[in-house]
T-cell receptor, first 112, second 114 residues
Framework: GENVEQHPSTLSVQEGDSAVIKCTYS??????FPWYKQELGKRPQLIID?????GEKKDQRIAVTLNKTAKHFSLHITETQPEDSAVYFC???????????FGSGTRLLVRP | NAGVTQTPKFQVLKTGQSMTLQCAQD?????MSWYRQDPGMGLRLIHY???????DQGEVPNGYNVSRSTTEDFPLRLLSAAPSQTSVYFC?????????????FGEGSRLTVL
């Protein structure tokens, strides 16, 4: 089955700095790659996603890049703010399996 | 729309007891799924359904049963609870058509098995 690895497990940055979280996956048939943010005690919420026919997507301070050849994708957060502190999850979807498989999560702490 | 509704929000069970976590959505979504969340292990897929009458296993299905008799409801049953099933459980849904997109999560159900 699909295997999704996410690094790092924790990340601490100074406010205003950039943060990068990386995920690798195993199945080359995967075609949809979302990122979710989960604040303490809350449900996960989608923040950005990318499909396999696109290499990069931006939405204000967040961006996702996809390298299908290397089977990895990354979340980039620029000009980090304290409210960016949360746990971030990557996920991988395959149309053939109907499964959305999540990475193990990254706890991001933005220090004021 | 209420979105995805899970009940109960909190539950304490003794080992060997059975219970059902309820999940309902009012968005007419075809795809529904159950995840469990444990510290350091992310969200792991238990079971999923692509439509009424159809269910399939995810990554960690052992100890859990599901059914999908209607589009709206997708209950998760624990037949004989074990301490290893202590976790936070999330139900989630997606329209299931036009290519997969956002997964809409319920608020979660925190289960403790003593």
């Amino acid at each position: 089955g699909e295997n999704v690895e996410q690094h790092p497990s924790t990340l601490s940055v100074q406010e205003g700095d950039s943060a990068v979280i990386k995920c690798t996956y195993s199945d080359s048939a995967s075609n949809y790659f979302p990122w979710y943010k989960q604040e303490l005690g809350k449900r996960p919420q989608l923040i950005i996603d990318i499909r396999s026919n696109v290499g990069e997507k931006k939405d204000q301070r967040i961006a996702v890049t996809l390298n299908k050849t290397a089977k990895h994708f990354s979340l980039h957060i620029t000009e980090t703010q304290p409210e960016d502190s949360a746990v971030y999850f990557c996920a991988v979807w395959m149309d053939s399996s109907y499964k959305l498989i999540f990475g193990s999560g990254t706890r991001l702490l933005v220090r004021p | 729309n209420a979105g995805v509704t899970q009940t109960p929000k909190f539950q304490v069970l003794k080992t060997g007891q059975s219970m059902t976590l309820q999940c309902a959505q009012d968005m007419n979504h075809e795809y529904m799924s159950w995840y469990r969340q444990d510290p350091g292990m992310g969200l792991r897929l238990i079971h999923y359904s692509v439509g009424a009458g159809i269910t399939d296993q995810g990554e960690v299905p052992n100890g859990y049963n599901v059914s999908r008799s209607t589009t709206e409801d997708f209950p998760l049953r624990l037949l004989s609870a074990a301490p290893s099933q202590t976790s936070v459980y999330f139900c989630a849904s997606n329209p299931g058509t036009g290519g997969f997109g956002e997964l809409f999560f319920g608020e979660g159900s925190r289960l403790t098995v003593l």
